[in-house]
């Protein structure tokens, strides 16, 4: 009896963080109603998380929280759990991306530089 008082706080930490897990399971697809795949699902800050498959289906067991789905061409689109969710259903929204800015990096002076450095590099070698 003794050695259970001893362990008692030692487990109640690990009683009160047990939460129950809850199974979410849906499909994931696009405003024209195409499936999304690989759109990553999870919690935001916790360990928790899966990837959707091609065909934009997903399957999680998760705690009372807020499901996050990130994909790099959409919006982020949440969804909150708080009990069992079967034929869950998520519109991705298409994203704006900004434009690309594409510039050379090449100027006068690095062209004029790696020429020096050629010129240096090769009549060492000459002098050889």
């Not at 690990?14 to 405003?31: D, T």
């Not at 934009?56 to 708080?82: K, N």
Request: with cysteine; glycine share 8%.
């Amino acid at each position: 009896m003794r050695k259970l008082l001893l362990l008692a706080p030692l487990l109640f930490p690990a009683l009160i963080n047990a939460q129950e897990l809850f199974p979410v399971k849906g499909r994931i697809i696009n405003e024209q109603g195409a499936p999304v795949g690989y759109v990553h699902v999870g919690i935001p800050g916790k360990q928790i998380g899966t990837v959707s498959t091609i065909d934009g289906r997903f399957e999680i067991a998760v705690p009372a929280d807020t499901l996050e789905f990130h994909h790099v061409s959409y919006q982020t689109a949440l969804y909150p759990v708080s009990g069992p969710g079967e034929d869950v259903l998520i519109v991705m929204k298409d994203a704006e991306l900004p434009p690309a800015v594409i510039f050379s990096v090449r100027t006068p002076f690095a062209y004029s530089t790696e020429l020096w450095v050629c010129r240096l590099l090769t009549s060492a070698f000459r002098d050889t």
